[in-house]
């Protein structure tokens, strides 16, 4: 008998990796069907389920998840908008999906809205991480230095040969300007 969704997301907080084997196993006809009938191959059935069920894995893990219907439902529409997102970008937009019809009622679950956040996050990780290596040095190891390893401001001192701790945060600041400078050049929030 499958475990409950409840137990199911304690088990996946706390670690137990036979859970998240489980819900793998658990939901993956339904997604598959879905793929295939709507001209995906097993391959791409595949790689949607298994970056939908990462989602809904980083939202258990790090507490932001609020599930207001069955795992079931919100991995379906997950995996669909993942989906709908591939067929789009390989120029196929006018395939018509052969759920709607079905599963119109499961569709309006939260996840758009968690899957929209967690894209527009790694996009300002990815913004973030290319601003750094753009900021140059010493800022980048300063700044790395500070945030990144949590070295003290007296380590970074003597590191980077600063006369005094109040020197290296007047210079730590300047980088978080260049380095706010370099983001916000590139980072365009997107409207949802």
């Not at 088990?11 to 859970?19: F, K, M, Q, V, Y």
């Not at 069920?53 to 207001?68: A, P, Q, W």
């Not at 529409?77 to 018509?96: I, Q």
């Not at 999906?97 to 790694?122: M, V, W």
Request: aromatic letters at 10%; one cysteine or more.
């Amino acid at each position: 008998m499958p475990p409950t969704d409840d137990a199911l997301i304690a088990a996946i907080r706390g670690g137990d990796e036979r859970a998240l084997a489980q819900l793998y196993r658990l939901h993956w006809p339904m997604v598959s069907h879905f793929v295939l009938q709507n001209s995906g191959s097993e391959d791409d059935a595949q790689d949607v389920y298994q970056e939908g069920v990462m989602v809904f894995y980083e939202k258990v893990r790090d507490g932001s998840l609020e599930l207001t219907c069955q795992i079931k439902t919100y991995l379906y529409a997950v995996c669909r908008r993942l989906w709908l997102k591939r067929l789009t970008s390989k120029s196929r937009f006018g395939v018509r999906l052969l759920d709607e019809e079905e599963h119109g009622s499961l569709l309006n679950t939260g996840a758009e809205e968690d899957l929209l956040a967690a894209e527009e996050q790694d996009r300002r990780f990815a913004t973030m991480a290319d601003a750094l290596q753009h900021l140059g040095e010493p800022c980048r190891s300063l700044i790395e230095g500070f945030y990144l390893l949590d070295k003290s401001m007296q380590d970074l001192t003597t590191e980077f040969g600063y006369t005094n701790a109040d020197n290296a945060k007047n210079q730590k600041y300047k980088c978080l300007v260049r380095l706010k400078k370099l983001f916000f050049t590139h980072y365009k929030e997107e409207p949802i």
